[in-house]
């Protein structure tokens, strides 16, 4: 198992930077706006990476995070707050190909990368994102992660909304 404080000590800089990337993130002004959303006026989402893999010495991790509104995620105009959406990625340090991930280890991440505020109410989604070793094998490597928190419109924690269609585990 992976010792979080170790984590947060060696990587300190940069998850402080994508915390804060992910507090002033405005990427969930877009949604609101009728002009057509292009690679040059989508937000550019704060990301944290590669960064090594705590269990596989063969991979690198990406973490990637978006705010959006709730009302928009959850397809409910009658929802008000933010969802946090976090997503880990395994690809191969050397090839750049894509890995299964380690649950353990992309939960650590996750938890170093939202902070002692957000982290005790992480939701996971499990693994969405799948691929095949190749065209004529039907092996299945889960390769992405999906964790979510959910703020209220003062930006702190609270429940998932029942309009959540996707099925969630809270992080333990």
């Known amino acids: 198992m992976t010792n979080i404080r170790t ?3 060696r990587h300190e800089f940069d998850l402080r930077r994508f915390r804060g990337q992910l507090r ?8 609101e706006s009728d002009a057509p959303v292009s690679q040059e006026t989508a937000p550019k989402l704060p990301a944290l990476g590669p960064v090594r893999s ?12 978006q705010v959006t509104s709730q009302a928009a995620h959850c397809h409910d105009p ?18 750049g ?7 353990g280890d992309a939960a650590v991440w996750v ?10 109410h992480v939701f996971t ?11 004529d094998t039907e092996r299945i490597q889960l390769t992405t992660r999906f964790y979510y928190v959910f703020l209220g ?4 924690p609270q429940s998932a909304p029942q309009s959540m269609t996707v099925p969630l585990t809270a992080l333990a």
Do not use: Q, Y
């Open 153 to 156: 419109s003062d930006r702190k």
């Open 24 to 31: 002033a993130s405005d990427s969930s002004d877009w949604l």
């Open 125 to 135: 989604a499990g693994a969405l994102s799948t691929t095949t070793d190749s065209a």
């Open 111 to 120: 938890r170093a990368a939202l902070g002692d505020e957000w982290s005790p």
């Open 54 to 65: 705590m269990t596989n010495p063969h991979a690198n991790l990406t973490i990637v995070g």
């Open 7 to 9: 984590l947060m000590r």
């Open 78 to 95: 009658e929802l008000d707050g933010f969802v946090v959406t976090i997503s880990v990625a395994a690809h191969h340090r050397l090839l």
């Open 97 to 103: 190909t894509r890995l299964p991930i380690d649950e």
